[in-house]
């Protein structure tokens, strides 16, 4: 154990300026020597010179350390910290700031990043005031304000330090050419019809706090502080352009004022919170849903723009870290927002160390609880540490006697033994997979249940929402990290960071039965899973527009065909049989261009029955004790609601049972199929007649257009812009289903959870999934349902195989555009976006 002291005064907390300030804090006389208990939580505060971080220390029971002791569990700095101290933190400690932050907080990083993303974004980064660099960008400046004095009009613009704080260097002018050309500044346009508050302007210090850069995880605080001008608004002029008291808002600036009120009430004073802003809008009639909603999507993505930056920069200083591990790194932003007349939000700048100064009572309340809240999100526990060390130790013995790791190949290795260690090393990565996805629910859980006044606004829980925002995520990584980081790319676009615990545990298992057929064992048999729970299956999906899709999609009419022949079930249980035919083409298996027999076989290969796998009647199948490990069991998270992760985030969804008849829902499904089958793909440009006969030219001369397809599909399209091809159909049977079924929302339908299945597995190693579908060989998407307890109703089947005959058409008709328009097969091109 070790005796604590104090810290000094003159290196303690800065004097609390203000009426009255013990009123604020807590009580009582520090003690003078701590003991370290075993199992404490320790927290080193020696870099803030702010009480109220302390109180809180005390408050969630942490001892402080001393201030040379670098392995507490918490280590807390005022400013942000140099990399090398990140790169040195053990997996269990928590320090307050994040690498890389400083490419949005910095004024001159922050303009420069927003402008890169406005070029391909204008739409949705549009709340920023224009904004000039210099002296990089002088000119450009002087060539818009010559447009401006062409037009005969003028404009206010504010000039602030490239990396000044606290109001300091802060001017207005109307005049530019006094500008020198050669200083280190921003110039940016004025907002001067601002939102007024009892005739003055304010903004508003939103706190924002980032639990997580991989995944991003974001929450929003819902107070805040409202911080006024001191003097009356008037729109600027030659007069007042120096009356920064009524211009700026900065608190540093206008405490200095003899008009600066500091009162306690609520709704008076020159400082306020964002509660009372809360209550002062839903009062006087403003929409203040919308008004929250706004706020939260400038605060996201701004967000979005520094990822690739924080992601790049911690993965530099904390290499060889499993991706979805726990941070070592958090963040508690103050983004400075102010409103025009409109009530749209502006951001002014973003603040990595926000000031934690309790001059009032409203600061030490408010600013309290942003960081009792943020703490107790956090979930620091006292085990990490012992786990930690537990952790280095195994990882240091496996590493000294091999343990776990696979078998390196030689040269001479056969083709059986690559094939086994390609299996191997893609069943270690499925488990290493795993282990995050159930990680992360469990950390997803403590989070709903210590939210405090926190909310969570990335991942949001609106889906259509979290696709904008990862499409916004998607762009920034090409747009800053183009021709960099390409492990980093390549991880991104993972398709296992996607998948839920289900869809990893379906590849586990494939795995389990490639492997068995390697070593030449016969297949199991398959049945119920021991306890295993519903669950709800949903892809993430980067959507076209809905204006854009009917160009490639057509619904048409419900034309009713003759009904397609219901599956045989087997009444006895039994294996599938195609599960104990050749080798399966596994996810783990290189790539390949399966032979065709003949054309005609394509098209017929969605529509045609098979009786080879039995659907209807679940099969008995040993306990899954004996099937996989312990550690890959279903039952020891089936009380768990699964989550989806894209691009490191998982987004968690509650399963809702539907409230319809079984007679009732195999109508519907019955219409859906009705519904699949009138659906025809249409080419841009084209009548569906027209399609149609280009699809049948394009497999009549198969031979000709399979390598090409082939290349176009498997090598040339990414990941994303596979997902993008299926996406089309994707959304448009999604439409269907909310039509027909009347259900909003379609995630919780038993059928959709099989349609998201059939996506994923199309999707599978690459889009191999469906290329195998133009196969007669190689392994079939059935098979999914082969090993699961599911009941699939023959109808549904249906569905299903008519939905991977969409797919494949929609394939061979992009195929065919992008032949087409751009004269060569080099993948989606930008006209695609606008046009389909």
């Known amino acids: 154990c070790c005796l604590l002291s104090p810290p000094p005064e003159d290196q303690g907390a800065s004097p609390v300026n203000g009426p009255s300030v013990g009123s604020y804090q807590s009580s009582g006389k520090r003690k003078v020597h701590t003991k370290k208990k075993k199992g404490t939580i320790t927290a080193n505060v020696a870099g803030t010179k702010y009480e109220i971080v302390r109180i809180v220390i005390n408050e969630m029971d942490f001892i402080k350390t001393r201030d040379e002791d670098e392995t507490a569990n918490l280590i807390w700095n005022d400013s942000a910290v140099q990399h090398e101290k990140i790169a040195e933190l053990r997996n269990y400690q928590r320090i307050n700031h994040f690498p890389g932050m400083g490419e949005i907080c910095r004024k001159d990083c922050l303009a420069r990043n927003m402008s890169k993303m406005i070029k391909c974004q204008p739409q949705e980064y549009s709340f920023i005031p224009k904004t000039w660099i210099f002296p990089a960008e002088y000119t450009q400046f002087q060539n818009y304000v010559k447009e401006l004095r062409r037009k005969r009009k003028q404009k206010t613009f504010i000039v602030k330090p490239a990396n000044g704080a606290m109001g300091h260097g802060i001017s207005l002018i109307r005049n530019c050419e006094k500008l020198p050309a050669q200083e280190h500044f921003i110039v940016q346009e004025y907002l001067d019809k601002p939102f007024l508050m009892e005739g003055y302007k304010f903004d508003l210090r939103i706190y924002i706090l980032v639990t997580s850069c991989d995944p991003l995880r974001i929450f929003l605080y819902n107070d805040g502080l409202v911080r006024m001008g001191t003097e009356k608004y008037h729109a600027p002029s030659e007069a007042n352009l120096s009356q ?120 030490y309340d408010v600013k309290k609880g942003v960081l009792l809240n943020a703490l107790k999100l956090l979930n ?85 929402l979290l696709e904008k925002y990862e499409s916004l995520l998607s762009a920034a990584f090409q747009t800053f990290l183009a021709g960099r980081a390409a492990s980093l790319q390549k991880e991104m676009n993972n398709p296992l960071k996607r998948m839920k615990e289900e869809d990893i545990l379906d590849l586990l298992e494939q795995c389990e039965l490639d492997d068995e057929k390697l070593m030449g064992k016969s297949s199991r048999q398959r049945g119920p899973k021991v306890g295993e729970s519903a669950r709800e299956r949903w892809g993430d999906r980067v959507s076209f527009p809905p204006n854009s899709l009917s160009a490639v999609f057509s619904t048409g009419r419900m034309h009713w065909k003759p009904p397609i022949k219901s599956l045989k079930t087997s009444p006895a249980p039994s294996a599938s049989p195609t599960l104990s035919g050749p080798i399966r083409r596994s996810i783990s298996c290189p790539r390949s261009i399966s032979s065709l027999s003949s054309p005609s076989e394509v098209r017929a290969l969605s529509t045609k029955p098979s009786p080879t796998v039995p659907i209807a009647t679940p099969l008995v199948r040993p306990s899954s004790a004996t099937l996989r490990s312990h550690s890959l069991s279903r039952s020891g998270s089936a009380h768990r609601v699964p989550h989806s992760n894209s691009l490191g985030t998982i987004h968690s969804n509650i399963v809702r049972y539907s409230t319809h008849t079984k007679e009732q829902e195999a109508e519907l499904v019955r219409q859906t199929l009705a519904a699949l089958t009138a659906m025809k793909i249409r080419l841009p440009g084209k009548t569906e007649e027209e399609a149609e006969a280009v699809l049948d030219e394009i497999l009549d001369n198969w031979k000709y257009h399979k390598p090409k397809v082939a290349s176009y599909w498997l090598v040339k399209l990414d990941s994303t812009k596979q997902r993008k091809v299926l996406d089309i159909v994707r959304t448009n049977v999604r439409s269907a289903l909310q039509r027909i079924w009347r259900e909003p929302d379609v995630e919780s339908l038993h059928l959709y959870r099989l349609f998201n299945r059939v996506f994923n597995r199309l999707l599978w190693s690459h889009g191999q999934g469906l290329w195998n579908c133009f196969s007669n060989t190689g392994s079939s998407w059935e098979t999914i349902f082969s090993k699961s307890s599911e009941v699939v109703s023959p109808q549904e089947l249906q569905c299903c195989r008519r939905l991977v005959q969409l797919c494949r058409d929609c394939l061979l008709v992009v195929y065919k555009f992008v032949s087409e328009s751009r004269g060569s097969l080099t993948g989606l091109s930008p006209e695609w976006d606008d046009t389909r």
């Open 244 to 363: 920064l008291y009524m211009h700026l808002t900065n608190y540093s600036v206008n405490k200095h004022n003899e008009n600066f009120e500091r009162d306690e009430t609520v709704d008076k004073g020159s400082k306020r919170s964002i509660s009372w802003f809360t209550e002062f809008l839903r009062i006087n009639d403003y929409d203040v849903a919308k008004f929250w909603g706004d706020v939260s999507e400038l605060v996201v993505k701004t967000l979005i723009v520094a990822e690739p930056h924080v992601l790049h920069a911690y993965r530099m200083c904390r290499p060889g870290q499993p991706p979805g591990s726990d941070s070592v790194c958090f963040e508690v932003l103050g983004f400075d927002i102010i409103l025009d007349r409109k009530l749209k939000p502006w951001l002014l700048e973003i603040n990595r160390a926000p000031s934690f100064g309790t001059d009032q009572k409203i600061d």
């Open 380 to 464: 620091i526990r006292a085990s990490d540490k012992k786990r930690n060390l537990a952790q280095q130790k195994a990882e240091a013995q496996r590493r000294l006697y091999g343990h776990g790791s696979t078998k390196k190949l030689s040269a001479a290795s056969s083709d059986w033994e690559k094939q086994r260690h390609t299996l191997e090393r893609r069943r270690e990565e499925l488990k290493e997979r795993l282990a995050q996805v159930r990680k992360q629910i469990s950390r997803e859980e403590h989070e709903k249940q210590h939210l405090g006044n926190y909310r969570r606004i990335y991942p949001p829980d609106d889906k259509l």
